[in-house]
């Protein structure tokens, strides 16, 4: 057997899942029942059930999800969707990548007290939230106690739009950022790659897959260094499919003066690391 594949069957080994710490906080409801807690996932294979899961530990840190199916009923989701799909600010967003300037797959808007950059293009800052999304990021508050401060809206108007494969890495989102994020609409599948190490110059062959459907209501919180070590993406479908609305809520700081962009993937760096080739 090769290294590679070797190393491919180590990463690929059974991940424990773990339970979420709670605030002790009365009336809050459990995350995970017994069942759940005690279950196991392979690497390479589908996500499919409501859980706490360790995907990786490595020196960077311990990557985790959580996912939580019908975090929103279905007539708060049918509610939600009809509301923000008609109401939202919806636009499509030009980006840069080696210069050539390209049109993003998908309709996005922003809401934050900063702006948001990536992909050599800025998103404004913009207070005017509407009612609708402080209510969710407050239940992701109460039911988490996340302190969130910004949301990216995304609308996937077919299975023809799409987000290729990237980390939310940036330096403006601090280290070891959550990314809580909520689908309403039709199923997408959301898939994540582990990064390859060094030595492998970015061949992802033999890295582990997930594959995670996230359906109307569902509920998907990435943690600890998830953007460190795995990408993630929603590809292109060639069957129908209905408009998506993907919340991704997390916490913007204010970014740092002098940082840069490595200029091969298009990280934002911190001044110290400035010209950095990640």
């Given at each position: 057997?090769?290294?590679?594949?070797?190393r491919?069957?180590?990463?690929?080994?059974?991940?424990?899942?773990?339970?979420?710490?709670?605030?002790?906080?009365?009336?809050?409801?459990?995350?995970?029942?017994?069942?759940?807690?005690?279950?196991?996932?392979?690497?390479?294979d589908?996500?499919?059930s409501?859980?706490?899961?360790?995907?990786s530990?490595?020196?960077?840190?311990?990557?985790r999800?959580?996912?939580?199916?019908?975090f929103?009923?279905?007539?708060?989701?049918?509610?939600?969707?009809?509301?923000?799909?008609?109401?939202?600010?919806?636009?499509?967003k030009?980006?840069?990548r080696?210069?050539?300037?390209?049109?993003?797959?998908?309709?996005t808007?922003?809401?934050?007290?900063?702006?948001?950059?990536y992909?050599?293009?800025?998103?404004?800052?913009?207070?005017q939230?509407?009612?609708?999304?402080?209510?969710?990021?407050?239940?992701?508050?109460?039911?988490?106690?996340?302190d969130?401060?910004?949301?990216?809206?995304?609308l996937?108007?077919?299975?023809?739009?799409?987000i290729g494969?990237?980390?939310?890495?940036?330096?403006?989102?601090?280290?070891?950022?959550?990314?809580?994020?909520?689908?309403?609409?039709?199923?997408?599948?959301?898939?994540?790659?582990?990064?390859?190490?060094?030595?492998?110059?970015?061949?992802?062959?033999?890295?582990?897959?997930?594959?995670?459907?996230?359906?109307?209501g569902?509920?998907?919180?990435?943690?600890?260094?998830?953007?460190d070590?795995?990408?993630?993406?929603?590809a292109?479908?060639?069957?129908?499919?209905?408009?998506?609305?993907?919340?991704?809520?997390?916490?913007?700081?204010q970014?740092?003066?002098?940082?840069?962009?490595?200029f091969?993937?298009?990280?934002?760096t911190?001044?110290?690391?400035?010209?950095?080739?990640?």
């Open positions: 057997m090769s290294d590679k594949r070797q491919a069957r180590v990463q690929g080994s059974w991940a424990q899942q773990k339970p979420r710490a709670k605030p002790q906080t009365a009336g809050k409801e459990k995350l995970l029942n017994t069942s759940l807690s005690q279950s196991k996932i392979r690497l390479f589908l996500l499919d409501s859980g706490d899961y360790e995907i530990s490595e020196p960077s840190g311990v990557s999800l959580c996912l939580i199916h019908n929103l009923s279905t007539e708060e989701a049918d509610w939600m969707f009809s509301k923000l799909l008609h109401e939202l600010p919806w636009s499509q030009t980006n840069y080696l210069g050539e300037a390209y049109e993003e797959p998908r309709l808007c922003w809401f934050g007290d900063l702006p948001y950059t992909s050599h293009s800025t998103m404004n800052a913009n207070t939230w509407p009612s609708e999304l402080l209510s969710l990021r407050s239940l992701l508050h109460q039911r988490f106690s996340l969130l401060n910004s949301v990216l809206c995304n996937y108007r077919s299975g023809h739009d799409s494969w990237h980390s939310d890495d940036e330096a403006s989102l601090g280290e070891h950022p959550t990314i809580a994020s909520i689908s309403l609409g039709d199923t997408r599948v959301f898939s994540l790659r582990k990064k390859p190490a060094p030595e492998e110059h970015g061949d992802f062959t033999y890295c582990p897959h997930i594959k995670v459907p996230l359906s109307h569902t509920l998907l919180i990435m943690e600890g260094a998830t953007q070590d795995w990408q993630h993406q929603v292109k479908e060639y069957h129908d499919r209905g408009p998506r609305i993907n919340l991704t809520f997390r916490t913007i700081h970014e740092p003066e002098g940082g840069t962009e490595c091969q993937c298009e990280r934002r911190l001044p110290k690391f400035a010209g950095f080739v990640c």
